[in-house]
């Protein structure tokens, strides 16, 4: 246990960290779903600017409220990520007691998996939206802009990709056995 809370604390704590900084400096956009659903929010930092050109054109830093999951799927159910999450957590907690990620790829993707997963579900009870904030413009037509992400959900797609690298090994760890 010890192993898994050294990474998946920082995680958490750089996450929540990056987006107190964020709540705390930057104007949540004020769009027409922000405007009905968080009027408190926008009046609140409305003196605040609305966003940091990191590499103009590129990259930017915002304050989007996010509702739902990637692309905002679902965001008129915010309890449903709620409900997932925490079984989510629970169940890779339990997975992880019982030994069942053995390899390395897998022993590292869990704690950044539950630091994602914490981050973003601390944000839901918090805020009643997950803080986004990192803005990529990709200069594709169908990904222009890329939606927000914030640094839980950067755990989020690491853990994924070290899953998938973990599946790849085992595929031919078992095709050398045979």
């Not at 869990?110 to 914490?118: D, R, Y």
């Not at 802009?145 to 599946?167: E, H, K, Q, T, Y």
């Amino acid at each position: 246990m010890k192993f898994l809370a050294s990474i998946a604390l920082p995680a958490y704590a750089l996450d929540q960290l990056t987006k107190w900084w964020i709540f705390t400096h930057l104007a949540l956009r004020p769009d027409e779903k922000n405007l009905a659903q968080f009027p408190d929010v926008i009046a609140k930092t409305a003196h605040l600017p609305l966003d940091v050109d990191v590499i103009p054109g590129w990259f930017s830093i915002v304050h989007w409220g996010n509702t739902g999951a990637a692309f905002s799927f679902l965001s008129d159910h915010p309890w449903v990520f709620i409900v997932i999450s925490i079984a989510a957590f629970i169940g890779l907690l339990i997975a992880w007691r019982k030994n069942v990620f053995t390899d390395a790829a897998s022993r590292v993707a869990v704690p950044l998996l539950l630091g994602g997963i914490l981050g973003n579900v601390t944000d839901r009870f918090v805020h009643g939206y997950v803080v986004d904030f990192l803005l990529v413009d990709l200069h594709v037509r169908f990904a222009n802009p890329w939606p927000a992400f914030n640094v839980a959900d950067s755990c989020i797609f690491v853990a994924a990709g070290l899953f998938v690298f973990a599946a790849i090994l085992d595929a031919r760890k078992q095709r050398v056995q045979k």
